[in-house]
């Protein structure tokens, strides 16, 4: 049986979600306001130094990942939001809540609403270990 405790070395530990995608009520234009649109959510998650090996190898001892993508999601659909500078600070706010997050880094992107480019927000907020 191995054991998980044995290992005292430390590292920078960041949960990241890329390219989360899914429809959100988000914009100030009537076509927006009528109907949902995609968009593609990115997250990074610090949670500063962590063991390279859990104390043991139980998900309740560690950020699940499944919860992080849920509250993206519940976040980002709970209601019609007109600018997507609010969205973005409400998510950010809501995922540095989480316990254990040092910092969040988010980008929210509309991926429609114009022909040629992807629009997109990023934001960075709390701590982050500077190499």
């Known amino acids: 049986m191995t054991s998980y405790t044995s290992s005292h070395t430390l590292g920078q530990q960041t949960l990241t979600l890329t390219g989360l995608r899914f429809d959100a009520n988000l914009g100030i234009l009537e076509t927006e306001k009528a109907a949902p649109q995609p968009i593609q959510v990115d997250a990074e998650l610090s949670l500063g130094h962590q063991p390279l090996l859990p104390a043991d190898d139980d998900i309740m001892h560690v950020l699940d990942y499944r919860k992080v993508r849920?509250?993206?999601?519940?976040?980002?659909?709970?209601?019609?939001?007109?600018?997507?500078?609010?969205?973005?600070?409400?998510?950010?706010?809501?995922?540095?809540?989480?316990?254990?997050?040092?910092?969040?880094?988010?980008?929210i992107a509309k991926l429609e609403i114009f022909v040629d480019c992807e629009v997109a927000i990023r934001i960075e907020t709390g701590q982050w270990h500077k190499d």
């Open 70 to 107: 849920k509250i993206i999601i519940d976040e980002c659909t709970a209601e019609h939001v007109n600018l997507l500078e609010t969205l973005i600070g409400k998510l950010a706010n809501r995922l540095m809540q989480l316990p254990g997050v040092k910092g969040v880094r988010v980008k």
